[in-house]
C-alpha cells in the first residue's frame, strides 16, 4: 500500500451519506440496506430505490468487491489529477452486489481481469475532510 | 400504429463545422435567428408559418428558454419544448416535434442548436468556472451524486465512462479495436468528401487510427470527437404545410427513447445501452425492421457508441459487431451506408448541434440533396442521438414520402 498516496478532490458530502464518510474515515465501510425489501443500496439515498421505502439501515460489510471495468489512463482525466497519472479507474461490484465508483492501486505486474477479487483502500484527501475508497487486488 | 398525420423534415440548416472559430461571434439568441431564417428559407415555409419550437439549452438563459427564443424571434407558437438529452437532444427535438404535429397541436415546427462561440464578456463574474473545461457532462454541484462519488476519483466527462464501457465490452466479447478503427477510418473517408466537415480533404487509414495516442484504454485518440462550431436547425411539418417545400418531405415514422441512468457505474449492463429499447419502439411505431434500412446515421461520439448502437439496434447479435462490421462498407456507396457525412468523428462535434447532423444528413440523403455522396435507391433510414455516458438514447425511422 502506498502509504503517501492522497487523493486531490474531496467529496461533496452531504447530510444522507454522513455516515458512509464516517466509516471510511475509521477505515470500515458501511452501505444502507432496505428494512422493506431487504436490497442493499448505494449511493445514499433517503428511501430504497427499488421499494421507496424510507426504511433504510446503516450495516457494516466487508469492503470486498469484485471488479467490473477498468480503464488505465496514460494522460489525466482532469487537470486535478495530474500528480496521479497514469491513473487506473475503475467500476467495482461490492459482494453486497452494489457498484462504485473508484480507483485501483497496487496493480504494477498484475493482469487486470473481469471479475478479479479486489480489497479495499482507505485513501484520505489532500485536504483531509475524507477518506475514499480505493481498491487493489486481493 | 400512429396516425397519418405523420411530421415530415421539410428543410434544414447546417454551418460548417469548424475547428477553430474566426469569424463574428455571436449570442445563442443571435444565432437561433440566423439558424431560423437559413432553415425556413430552405424549407420555403414563412417565420408566420411556424407555430411550433423545440429548443435546448441556452448560455443566455438558464430558465424560460423558448419563452426567451419565441420573444426573440417575434413569433408566437402554440408548442413549445426545452430538451435537455445531451448528444440526444438534436433527435429528442425531433420526435417531440413530429409527435406535436401527429397530435395535431401544431403544423410547423422549428428546431435548432446553435453552436458557435459567443461573445467572451469583458466581466469575469459572468464567465463559467475553470472546471467547467474539464467536468463536461458531470455534475459537481453540491447535492449531485457525482459531485460525491464520481468526481473525487477522476471518472469526469466523458472518456473514462466510454473507455470503461469498451473495456467491459471487450473483457466478455473480445478485442473491438479493429473494428473500432474502421469505423473511425471509414467515416473519416466520408467527411473527406464533405465540404461542410472539419476533416474535408482529411482522410486517416485504419493504421493511422490504431497509431493514435492512447486517451483511456482501449479508446485512441482518433476514436473520440473532436470539439468544434457550428449549429444546425431543422424544419419540420404537416402533410399539408410539407406541399410547400421544395423538397421530397422525409417522415419521421418512428421514434422511441430510453433513459437509463447518468454515470455507467450504474448500468444493469455495461454492454447494453438504451438504444436497445429506444429502437425497438421505434421500428414497432414504424412497423418495419433493421433489415429494411437503406441508411444509417448513428451517433458517434465515440467509436465504440457505434459499435454498441448496431448490435442493441438489431443488426446484430451482442458481441457480434466486430465481425459484423469486419464483412462490411461504411461508405456511401457501400454495402452498408452508415454516417455518409462522416459522422461526428469526421465532421467534428459542434455541441449539442452535433446531435443534429446525423438526421439531417439522413433527410438530406432521403430527400436526394446528398451530391456526390449519394446514396442511390434510399427511402427508410435509422436516425440514433445518444446522451451523456450512454445514459439517454433516441432512436428515429425516417421515410422519404
Ligand atoms: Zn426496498
Known sequence: MTETLLAPLAPKMTPTSTPFWAALGEGRVVLQQCDGCEAWVFYPRPRCPHCLSPALSWKPVSGRATLTTWTHCPRP?????????????????????????????????????????????????????????????? | MGTQRKGAIVGYAEWPTVRRYDGPRRFMLEQWMDLAAEALADAGLALEDVDGLVCGTLREA???????????????????????????TGTGMLWRAAAAIELGLCDVVLCALPGLPIPSNPDPRDRPPPEARWLGSTSNAWGSPQA???????????????????????ARFGSCERARAQISAQQRASAALNPLAAFYEKPVSLDEVLASPMIAEPLRLLEIVMPCAGGAAVVLASPEKAKQSPHRPVQITGYGESLTIKTPTFADDLAVTPVAAAAATAFARAGTTPAAMDLLALYDCYTITVLLTLEDAGFCPKGA???????????????????????????????LAGGLLQPIEAARQLMGRAGPRQVRDLNRALVTGTGGVMSEQVALILEGA
Open chain 2, 148 to 170: 460525491e462519488f464520481e468526481v473525487p476519483f477522476g471518472n469526469v466527462a466523458q472518456n473514462a465512462g466510454y473507455a470503461m464501457i469498451a473495456a467491459h465490452y471487450e
Open chain 1, 77 to 138: 482525466t482532469a487537470p486535478p489529477f495530474t500528480g496521479l497519472a497514469p491513473q487506473t479507474l475503475a467500476v467495482v461490484t461490492l459482494e453486497e452486489g452494489v457498484r462504485m465508483s473508484t480507483f485501483l492501486l497496487e496493480t504494477a505486474g498484475r493482469t487486470l481481469e473481469l471479475g478479479m477479487a479486489l480489497s479495499p483502500r482507505f485513501v484520505p484527501t489532500e485536504d483531509g475532510t475524507a477518506t475514499l475508497l480505493a481498491f487493489a487486488p486481493a
Open chain 2, 321 to 351: 459487431g466486430a465481425a459484423f462490421l469486419a464483412e462490411r462498407n461504411l461508405a456511401f456507396d457501400g454495402d452498408f451506408p452508415v454516417n455518409t457525412h462522416g459522422g461526428q468523428l469526421g465532421v467534428g462535434q459542434p455541441g
Open chain 2, 62 to 88: 438558464n430558465m424560460f428558454v423558448p419563452a426567451t427564443v419565441v420573444e426573440y424571434l417575434g413569433q408566437p407558437v402554440k408548442f413549445a419544448e426545452f430538451v435537455d438529452l445531451g448528444g440526444a
